[in-house]
C-alpha cells in the first residue's frame, strides 16, 4: 500500500499548519457519560504526534446516526469536555481558526448532522477542506464506509494516514500475509449470515478455527443438533455446512461448542444450567458457550503461536454469569500474551468491551478500534478510506 503517512512528516513540514484530523469517536455513552473511551484514548499518538510538531489541530468525528439533523444527545460536546478541549458547534465554521496558535487542539460537531457526510456529497467535502493545510485520516474503524470525511475529503487536500490507522493496517496485515504459526481464530457473535465472508477467509488462513456463541448454535443446528428456543439462524444451515466443507478442504481443523450454558428465559437473573449440546431441551434458552467449551478453547490456546479473536461467545451484556464463556477466555488469552507464549489480535467493539470488563485490555498484543472494518479487512476487502488514501498518494501533487 503506498499512501503518505503523517509519521513521516517532520517539524518543519507540521508546525503552524492547519491540520483536518479524521477520528472515531462513536464512543458508548450512557446518560450523557462515556462509559467506554478506547476509542478516544487511542487517537492520543497522532494528537500528540501532531501538538509536538506544532500544528494547529482540528479534530473531526461522528457520534451515531443522526441522519443529517441535529440531535442534542449526540452532541460531540461530552467527548471535547472529556479531552479537555474547546468545541466548535459547527463543523463547517471555519472563522476560529485565526485565532488558534500552534500546537491547539479543537473539536468540531457532529459531522453526521450534516446529510452531506454520510451520503459523501461533493459540495459537503469541499467546505470542510476549506482552510486547512492538510488531512489525516486516523479513524479505522470507520474508513470501510465511503463518507464525504473519509473519502471525498482527499480530493482537497494532501492526505496522510495517521499513526493510529498506519499501526491497524501494519497488525492486520501481518495477521494475513505473515503470522507465526500456528494460527487460531476465534469466532463469535450472533449471526452466521454477517460472518460468511470472515469465516470462509479465516478457514483459508488459519491453522484452527473456533466458532461459539449464537454462531455456533448455528452450525451445531446444521449438524442436527437441538437447540431450544436459542436464537439461531437456521435459514443459514446449508452455508454453515459449506463453511465447514471449505474448512476441511484448506487444512483448517473446526471446533464447535461442546455444552451450552442454558435458562429457561432470556433474562440476566434467569437460573443457569450446564447441558452437552446434544442434549439441549425444547424450552431451553441457550446463552452462552458451556464449562466445557470453555475449558477446551482455552486449552487450544496452548497450541497457537497466534491468535485472532471477533465476536463473543454469549450474552456479555448480562454480565458474568451469561458471560462466562468470553470473560474466562479473555482473562485467559491475556495471560498467555502476557507471557509471551501467542500474539493475540483482538476486535470488534462487543469484544473489546469484554476485555475492558475483565480489566486486561492493555495485556493483549493488538486491540482493534474497528468493528465491521476489522472484517472487512480480514475479509481482504479494500477499504474505501483506504483506497482513497492511496488515489491522493498518486494523484495530488503536494
Same mark, same amino acid.
Given at each position: ?16 499548519? &492547519? ?58 460536546? $461530552? ?20 485565532? @488558534? ?58 492526505? &496522510? ?47 484452527? @478455527?473456533? $466458532? ?8 451445531? &443446528? ?19 455446512? @459449506? ?122 498484543? &493488538? ?19 483506504? $483506497? ?11
Amino acid at each position: 500500500m503506498e499512501m503518505r503517512k503523517l509519521s513521516d512528516l517532520t517539524f518543519n513540514e507540521l508546525n503552524g499548519k &492547519y491540520v483536518l484530523l479524521r477520528e472515531d469517536f462513536n464512543v458508548q455513552i450512557v446518560g450523557r457519560k462515556i462509559t467506554d473511551a478506547f476509542r478516544i484514548d487511542a487517537a492520543k499518538p497522532t494528537l500528540k504526534f501532531l501538538v509536538d510538531n506544532g500544528a494547529k489541530v482540528v479534530i473531526c468525528a461522528h457520534l451515531g446516526r443522526p441522519s443529517g439533523e441535529y440531535v442534542k444527545d449526540l452532541s460531540l460536546d $461530552i467527548i471535547a469536555d472529556y479531552m479537555k478541549i474547546p468545541f466548535v458547534k459547527d463543523c463547517l465554521e471555519k472563522d476560529f481558526l485565526t485565532d @488558534m496558535k500552534n500546537g491547539d487542539v479543537v473539536l468540531m460537531e457532529n459531522l453526521r448532522f450534516y446529510i452531506g457526510e454520510e451520503k459523501n456529497e461533493d459540495e459537503f467535502a469541499k467546505k470542510l477542506a476549506e482552510g486547512f493545510d492538510l488531512y489525516v485520516n486516523d479513524a479505522f474503524a470507520v474508513s470501510h464506509r465511503s463518507a464525504a470525511s473519509i473519502v471525498g475529503i482527499t480530493k482537497y487536500l494532501p492526505s &496522510y494516514a495517521g499513526i493510529l490507522l498506519d499501526k491497524e493496517i501494519t497488525n492486520l496485515d501481518a495477521v494475513l500475509h505473515n503470522p507465526e504459526r500456528p494460527l487460531v481464530a476465534y469466532v463469535g457473535g450472533g449471526k452466521v449470515s454477517t460472518k460468511i465472508d470472515v469465516l470462509k477467509k479465516i478457514s483459508s488462513i488459519a491453522d484452527k @478455527m473456533v $466458532i461459539g456463541g449464537a454462531m455456533g448454535t448455528t452450525f451445531n &443446528y446444521a449438524l442436527k443438533l437441538p437447540v431450544g428456543d436459542s436464537l439461531c439462524e437456521k435459514t443459514m444451515a446449508r452455508t454453515a455446512i @459449506m463453511i465447514m466443507l471449505e474448512a476441511t478442504e484448506n487444512e483448517c481443523d473446526l471446533y464447535l461448542p461442546l455444552d451450552k450454558g442454558v435458562g429457561k428465559e432470556f433474562n440476566k437473573d434467569a437460573e443457569r444450567e450446564n447441558r452437552d449440546v446434544k442434549d439441549i431441551r425444547d424450552d431451553d434458552i441457550i446463552m452462552d458457550d458451556g464449562t466445557k467449551t470453555i475449558e477446551r478453547n482455552i486449552e487450544l490456546l496452548k497450541t497457537a503461536k497466534t491468535i485472532i479473536w471477533n465476536g463473543p461467545f454469549g450474552v456479555t451484556e448480562f454480565g458474568e454469569k451469561w458471560g462466562k464463556s468470553s470473560y474466562e477466555f479473555a482473562r485467559a488469552l491475556a495471560e498467555y500474551t502476557k507471557s509471551g507464549k501467542v500474539n493475540s489480535i483482538v476486535g470488534g467493539g462487543d469484544t473489546v468491551a469484554v476485555l475492558n470488563a475483565c480489566g486486561v485490555l492493555d495485556d493483549i498484543s &493488538y486491540v482493534s478500534t474497528g468493528g465491521g472494518a476489522f472484517l472487512e479487512f480480514i475479509e481482504g476487502k479494500k477499504l474505501p478510506g483506504i $483506497i482513497a488514501l492511496e488515489d491522493n498518494f498518486k494523484n495530488f501533487s503536494i
